[in-house]
T-cell receptor
Framework: AAGVIQSPRHLIKEKRETATLKCYPI?????VYWYQQGPGQDPQFLIS???????DKGSIPDRFSAQQFSDYHSELNMSSLELGDSALYFC????????????FGPGTRLTVT | AQKITQTQPGMFVQEKEAVTLDCTYD???????LFWYKQPSSGEMIFLIY??????QNATEGRYSLNFQKARKSANLVISASQLGDSAMYFC??????????????FGKGTKLSVKP
């Protein structure tokens, strides 16, 4: 079965640079969630989209922005990167109204040096 | 505010034995969902099992079962016949709305399970 695809899988950036993470949800899933997991931490919800509209917002820094496109893929844009942004970034997808089927992608490991 | 508590930072279990990972939750919403995910050292988050707040029966998925005690606000994961490949971090998580629109998950701190041969 098709799963959530995230790219790139690994990314190394320097402080103050920008990064763009991409997420391709499971086919027919219309809702996308972004989570950030710091080293040794539990995942923290950043932001979610349903039908290309932002549906909920968590602890996402102002330096980050995201959007969902007409094909339902989503991008997380991160600017002015800081060392503390080094983390595993997960995208998850589900069908609106059936969030019990929330599946995670493999994650993008971002390292900021 | 919703909260998930996992009180066991680490657990050991002998191969082929059963193990229970504890999870308690706090919410004022009457409708919510409870999830368990497995995160091996490779980092991916693997969905294991789901329990809706209105489900009458405990959820089961193969060797995984969820011991849902609503009055105690607990949702413990039971893994039967442990295998070496079960060694991983296990996260309990909650969503607002039982299959509804509040799908973002709140996670506990996790329990690191180690299976001994």
């Amino acid at each position: 079965a098709a799963g959530v695809i995230q790219s790139p899988r690994h990314l190394i950036k320097e402080k103050r640079e920008t990064a763009t993470l991409k997420c391709y949800p499971i086919p027919r899933h219309d809702t996308v969630y972004w989570y950030q997991q710091g080293p040794g931490q539990d995942p923290q919800f950043l932001i979610s989209f349903y039908e290309k509209m932002q549906s909920d917002k968590g602890s996402i820094p102002d330096r980050f922005s995201a959007q969902q496109f007409s094909d339902y893929h989503s991008e997380l844009n991160m600017s002015s990167l800081e060392l503390g942004d080094s983390a595993l970034y997960f995208c998850a997808s589900s069908v609106q109204g059936a969030n019990y089927e929330q599946y995670f992608g493999p994650g993008t490991r971002l390292t900021v040096t | 505010a919703q909260k998930i508590t996992q009180t066991q930072p680490g657990m050991f279990v002998q191969e082929k034995e059963a193990v229970t990972l504890d999870c308690t939750y706090d919410t004022s919403d009457p409708s919510y969902g409870l999830f368990w995910y497995k995160q091996p050292s490779s980092g991916e988050m693997i969905f294991l099992i789901y329990q809706g707040s209105y489900d009458q029966q405990n959820a089961t998925e193969g060797r995984y079962s969820l011991n849902f005690q609503k009055a105690r606000k607990s949702a413990n994961l039971v893994i039967s016949a442990s295998q070496l490949g079960d060694s991983a971090m296990y996260f309990c998580a909650m969503s607002g709305g039982d299959g509804g629109s509040q799908g973002n998950l709140i996670f506990g701190k996790g329990t690191k399970l180690s299976v001994k041969p």
